[in-house]
């Protein structure tokens, strides 16, 4: 069974950084786009970031740009996401996800989802 798992996540101040990786098991996705969606309490699950199988070409939410850096190493078949300049509106859990789609912005093209971690900053 295919499996991503996310781990990273934790508890920060603002300001702070963390970084989250993705390591799938079960088969590699060094050919799939990869992405990390978020879903804050009360709120519907958004983009955050993007990256194609090649590593060259990357997508980032207008509310992360900037402060949030997404990497692979397919080599070691592992996702990053480091997140900077943290913000309490940061707060949410992380899903990683892969997609054989190119429209890696979409939700709906990703077949193949992470569990989660939560990310919590503080004020």
């Known amino acids: 069974q295919v499996q991503l798992v996310e781990s990273g996540g934790g508890l920060v101040q603002a300001g702070g950084s963390l970084r989250l990786s993705c390591a799938p098991s079960?088969?590699?996705?060094?050919?799939?786009?990869m992405g990390w969606f978020r879903q804050a309490p009360g709120k519907e699950r958004e983009f955050v970031a993007a990256?194609?199988?090649?590593?060259?070409?990357?997508y980032y939410a207008d509310s992360v740009k900037g402060r949030f850096t997404i990497s692979r190493d397919n080599a070691k078949n592992t996702l990053y996401l480091q997140m900077n300049s943290l913000k309490p509106e940061d707060t949410a859990v992380y899903y990683c996800?892969?997609?054989?789609?190119?429209?890696?912005?979409?939700?709906?093209?990703?077949?193949?989802w992470g569990q989660g971690t939560q990310v919590t900053v503080s004020s």
């Open positions: 079960g088969r590699t996705f060094s050919n799939y786009g």
């Open positions: 996800a892969a997609s054989s789609d190119y429209r890696l912005k979409e939700q709906y093209v990703y077949a193949y």
């Open positions: 990256i194609h199988w090649n590593g060259i070409s990357t």
